[in-house]
């Protein structure tokens, strides 16, 4: 069965600092995949998505990048971190060879606090 | 602002019936979704339903969709103390997905 895995699970950063998260997927090959943030009280926001190994959209300009680096890890980044990148980081994948629903799955998600 | 538009918030008794409704603006899309989001959680895949259809049930859940006005329902029959959660619509297309704001449902006894 596939799991997808996101971590940290919680981080606080000063503003400035750079920022890693990552995303991994077990149990399926050349899925997409997708960053959403969420922001306190209010729904998803669509931030990257990638199709395959170094193919990344983003949906909104911002302080951020995305990076897919292996077929199953999608990394969220930023080089100086501000306030207004807190919120609710959530990684998804979806399989696209043989499905048929455009289902997507979602990871545990990160809190990410800047300061 | 959000192509996808849902009521905040929804209050309901313990085993009484809970509804939520969303519209949802692109005719286009495939599928439409319900997620559960429990507090501090990622996202979970309740139900979806195919755009050809008219409802779906699954357990205590029933889905209705009305095409003609771009109207998506959930009902839980039943509700408990764990149906407390913020609950997603959302549509698909091109393979994403346009999210709701969430409705947040409360069970009281």
């Known amino acids: 069965s596939q799991t997808i895995h996101q971590w940290p699970a919680t981080l606080v950063q000063p503003v400035g600092s750079p920022l890693s998260l990552e995303c991994t997927v077990e149990?399926?090959?050349?899925?997409?995949l997708y960053w959403y943030r969420q922001a306190a009280g209010r729904g998803l926001q669509l931030l990257f998505y990638s199709v395959g190994i170094g193919q990344i959209s983003s949906e909104v300009p911002q302080n951020l990048s995305a990076s897919r680096p292996q077929d199953r890890q999608f990394i969220l980044s930023s080089k100086k971190l501000l306030l207004s990148d807190s919120g609710f980081y959530l990684c998804?994948?979806?399989?696209?060879?043989?499905?048929?629903?455009?289902?997507?799955?979602f990871g545990p998600g990160t809190r990410l606090t800047v300061l | 602002g959000e192509d996808v538009e849902q009521s905040l918030f929804l209050s309901v008794r313990e085993g009484d019936s809970s509804v939520i409704n969303c519209t949802y603006t692109d005719s286009s899309s495939t599928y439409l979704y319900w997620y559960k989001q429990e507090p501090g959680a990622g996202l979970q895949l309740l139900t979806y339903?195919?755009?050809?259809?008219d409802m779906k049930q699954d357990q205590r859940l029933t889905v209705l969709l009305n095409k003609k006005d771009k109207h998506l329902s959930l009902r839980i029959a039943d509700t408990q103390t764990g149906d407390s959660a913020i609950y997603f619509c959302?549509?698909?297309?091109?393979?994403?997905?346009?999210f709701g704001a969430g409705t947040t449902v409360t069970v009281r006894a």
């Open positions: 959302a549509e698909s297309l091109n393979y994403k997905l346009s």
């Open positions: 149990g399926t090959s050349n899925p997409n």
């Open positions: 339903i195919f755009s050809n259809m």
């Open positions: 998804a994948w979806m399989m696209i060879a043989g499905g048929f629903t455009d289902t997507q799955y």
